[in-house]
């Protein structure tokens, strides 16, 4: 019966061994894919920004459903790995607001999670959703 036992732990403690494994390579995974961002000074024009023109729903490549106000503008005051990012305010999944960066490729093309690694994905919304203007802070 003990070596039962001891065979029991043995193999639990292999199976803890390789989860513990796992889940260390996906955490790691992860943070590879945190955001380096930086601030951008104020240009003497003002900072280029992203006006939504209309409210907009854009899903991402998982589960996450992003609402844009009409309205809403989001500021290029900082830039992600080298990428200027305009950031402002979105609605996630109907639940919270949230502060949230987007890159922009023209043509009402936006890139949500830009640099991100595997939770960057590109969307083209409507035609004349998006006006580009410029602010001063």
């Known amino acids: 019966m003990t070596n039962e036992k ?5 193999s639990l403690g292999k199976i803890e061994m390789k989860l513990s494994y796992w889940a260390s390579l996906f955490l790691l995974a992860l943070g590879g894919c945190a ?3 930086e601030p951008i000074p104020q240009p003497e024009s003002g900072y280029s ?4 023109r209309q409210a907009a729903q854009v899903r991402d490549h998982s ?6 106000s009409a309205g809403s503008t989001f500021v290029n005051d900082r830039k992600e790995k080298d990428m200027p990012v ?5 609605t996630i999944n109907d639940a919270q607001t949230y ?3 987007l890159g922009y490729k023209g043509d009402d093309t936006i890139i949500i999670g830009p640099r991100a690694g595997f939770k960057e994905v590109t969307r083209t919304l409507p035609s ?6 410029k602010v001063k802070m």
């Open 6 to 10: 001891s065979l029991r732990f043995e």
């Open 35 to 37: 955001a380096t961002i």
């Open 49 to 52: 920004a992203l006006r939504f």
């Open 63 to 68: 589960i996450n459903i992003y609402i844009f």
């Open 86 to 90: 305009y950031c402002g305010p979105a």
């Open 99 to 101: 502060t949230v960066c």
């Open 128 to 133: 004349g959703t998006l006006e580009e203007v």
